[in-house]
Every structure is written in C-alpha cells, then in structure tokens.
C-alpha cells in the first residue's frame, strides 16, 4: 500500500486538462505529496512563482521532467548544454530532488547507435558537472528499449549505472516501472545501485495489449507489472522516496477529469500498490 | 552485402499470399539460399511432404518457427511438452539447422513474471533433453522487451545465454535485429555466446516511428539498424550461416506481390546489408 502522502503527481499524468497551479492545487487538495513538473509546465506558471506555490502548498517535488536530448543534432551543440544548464537552475529553484534525464535517440537519419551512446555520456558528464555546482542531482531514466530510436538510448538500469559508475558522485537513476519491469535482473542492479543512486520511482502500467507505443500506459493496477514486487526491489535498498504517477494515456486519462483522475490513483495506492 | 544464396525466407514474410510450396518454389527461383518455415505452413503441406520438396529445391532450413510457448497455462503441462516433442521431430525431418524457440510470456491474468521464468526454464531444459537425443539444435529467440507480457519472458541475449549456460550444450540463440538492435552490450554478449551458440540470424529493420507493436516491422534499409554493424559482430564470432528474413508488415509487405518482396529482399541484400 502506498498512502497519498507518499504518493507523487507527475503533470504529464493530467496534462491535457491542468496547468501546473491546477495541479499543485489538486495535490494539496487530494493530500497528495509531492509533484514532478514538466518544465514547459513550470515556465508557463514561470519558475520562482511556481517554486512558492509549491512551497507554500507543502508539496515535495519528487523531480522535475526533464533534461536530456543530446543526441538530435548528432554532436553536443551550445544550445543542448544551455538548455540543460536551465534545466539544472530550474530544479534548484523548485529543490526538486532531482533532474530527470531522457537522454536522447538516434541523430536524425543516423543508425550509429554506437556514436549516440558517445553524445549522451559527453552531455550526462558536462550537465553533471555543472549540477554539482548548484548542488542538483541528476537522474538518468533508463526508457523502455522501444524508445532507443526516438526518445532515449539509454534502455536499461544497468546500461544507466554502468554510465554512472564512470561519471561519479551525484549521477543515479529514475525508475519507471513502465520501462524496466520485463528486465530480469533488475533486481540485482537496484542493488548495484543502492539507496544514494535510487533517485525517482515512477508507476504506472504495463497494459496488454497495448495499442500505441507512446500514449497507452495503464493506471496502476489495469496492466501486468507487479508493482509491490518492483518496490520492494527498492525499498530493500532503502528507498524511501515518493512514488510518482506518470500516466500517459491519450484514450483514457488524458481526456477524464483530473480530479477523478487523483482520486483513482489514490485509491489504486491504497489498494495495489 | 548478403548475396541470395546467404538469405534466408521466413515464411512469415509472404504469410498472406503464399503457402510452403509457394515459398520453396520462389525461393529456388529467385536463388535464395534458405527457407525458414513456421509450423502452421509445414503441418499444412505436410512435414514429409515439404522435406522432400526443400531437399529437392537445394534448400538449407535457416530454423523451424517455432516451439516454446511454456508459460499461457501457468505450469508445464504434458500438452505443452508433447507439442515441442512434435516440434523437434518436426526440426529433425526438415533437417532445420534449429528450432526456434518463443518462450511465452506472463501466464492468463498473472503478474508474476519470475514464476513465469522458472516455467521457461523447465520448459526448455525438458525440450532440450529430447532434442539432443535426436540431434536437434534449440535455439532461444530473446524477443524485444514490448513482448515480455505476451509473447516471451527472454529479452535480452544476456538473459538466454544465462539460461544457455545453465543448460549445457544443444541450446543457443536465435538472434533477431528487430529484437536486440537497441542492446548496448550486444556485442560484448555475441561474443560470449560463440560460434557455436549462435544458431540463427534474422534481420528486418525498425522504422521510426513504429505504428503498431507486433505487425510494424520494416524492410531492410527503411529503419535506423545498422544491419552490416550488427553482422559484423556475429560473424566476428565466426558466425557463416544464413540471414533470415522475417518481416511482420500487416499494412505493407504482406499485401503487396510475393514475387515483388522478395525481389526487394535481394536487392536490399546486396545494397544495404
């Protein structure tokens, strides 16, 4: 079971219907207890504002979404390291407690997978070293491998930590069930990496079928994964962090009312998870 | 480049509009090397039958689809077993060089996808118990990560080779791009794996974006693996056998002319592969 005030909402979840104030108003409200923003949510709402609505609203901030998108124009440019240094000043501002990275497919018309593994290590190493300096911590999602071409190439917890082990102190992983719950030892790599690596834990669901790679995730219990199996995974390591809901669901969620929306993930807390 | 006579045909490639004679016949006319029946098609013109007809067309058997399959009932039944006992028998009349093996997913309504890896564990060591006494190779298909709920609970060449390693000799993989192409440590595991556990190589491309999990795969050359990459690491190995062809394309190869996919097939053998 996990109670609401463990519970986190990430705004892609309602994103269709709820700007980020509505969504920092509907956690108090539902007695949730944490957000995870988008950051074109956060700089619609502007970032120092919503940093105090949140704050005042006694909400921790589980991460914010995202950084990342190294490899599109097929080298580190100028403008990929200033965005994710923004990224980096916009998570201190909320004091999200990390920056989640989805670090970028394939270049365009590019099949070197090889050379894009390259440009995601050289912009983790150079975001990471200005993160450090601002004190942000920066977590690589390992993204299911249907995403290597288009989203991130970066596709397992392993793959994630072996980038870690080479790039040091304040580098570690956000976990989304959705991704990484058919990986066979994934247990042994939450291990590997251990409480100080284990920086995000997303739920939601694994539907089957599943109808549409990108929009079609499940609400927590709807789908295959075994949700309290996968935590306990975690919290053997000492996870104590929230959980955080991040339902992309074009056909179902996204068009529901939000507010039936935080209450269904609230009940599925308490009831499946 | 691949020339003709290194390719194989699966015959899920002309599934709609060709039966096995169909396929032999084009195959021996186009001077494709092989042919790699699924065992619908097989029981369909009889295995005797299409044993001869394959010998006579100067045929090599790339693999027989496929056996496995362990998992839908939620324990190994006698069923289970005696349809792979028929689907080694089978492998051994057509002189298959392997059977393919799809190992089934999670079980009707389960979660538990370790249970389910023990069922596959069995049902393959069982399997593999009766192949060795009539010859037959087995070879584990890891099947893209999107299939681990559906279809097979092996994903990655690692997670084979460990069970290969646990079972001893007459098992290996059955290697497809579609499946693993996103892997980064796929070179280091063919590696591991040797010649002699790299039983079959099939290849199609994955197109960006991907319209449909299962029947959305693309020709050669229309997607972004780099296929001579990925040959070139199996046959670092010493890897000779045959490129298999397996493309599942509901909205595009399926319905177009035989005769016409497979002229595409050598020609994007010899340009891109």
């Known amino acids: 079971m996990i109670t609401p005030d463990k519970l986190s909402l990430n705004t892609a979840t309602v994103r269709e219907k709820w700007n980020l104030a509505n969504c920092i108003e509907g956690c108090a409200r539902h007695g949730i207890g944490g957000i995870a923003p988008w950051r074109d949510k956060l700089q619609e ?19 914010l ?3 990342g998108w190294f490899t599109a124009a097929g080298a580190i440019t100028q403008d990929v390291i200033d965005d994710n240094r923004r990224a980096v000043d916009e998570a ?6 990390c920056l989640v990275m989805v670090v970028g497919g394939l270049a365009d018309n590019s099949r070197d997978l090889p050379h894009a593994h390259e440009l995601v290590e050289e912009g983790l190493a150079r975001t990471l070293e200005y993160a450090r300096t601002v004190g942000v911590k920066i ?3 390992p993204l299911h491998p249907m995403y290597a071409a ?9 793959q994630a930590l ?7 102190d304040g580098i570690g992983c956000a976990i989304d069930v959705y991704h990484v719950w058919w990986d066979h030892e994934l247990r042994t790599q939450l ?6 690596r284990l920086m995000a834990f997303h739920i939601c669901d694994w539907l089957d079928p599943t109808s549409n790679l990108l929009t079609d995730r499940g609400m927590m219990g709807d789908g295959v994964i075994d949700i309290p199996l996968l935590r306990s995974y ?16 074009a056909e179902n969620w996204w068009i529901r009312d939000p507010d039936e929306v935080l209450e269904t993930i609230i009940e599925r807390g308490r009831t499946v998870c």
């Open 162 to 168: 072996d980038i870690c082990d080479r790039l040091g």
């Open 150 to 158: 288009d989203r991130a190439c970066v596709n397992t917890t392993r």
């Open 65 to 67: 979404c995202r950084g």
């Open 139 to 141: 977590a690589i999602e």
């Open 92 to 97: 201190a501002t909320i004091n999200a407690e």
């Open 234 to 249: 975690a919290e053997e390591e000492g996870f104590n962090g929230l959980y955080e809901v991040e339902i992309f669901s």
């Open 191 to 196: 291990k590997r990496a251990g409480r100080d």
């Open 45 to 63: 709402m502007g970032t120092d504002k919503a940093a105090r609505a949140i704050s005042d609203a006694g909400l921790r901030v589980s991460g």
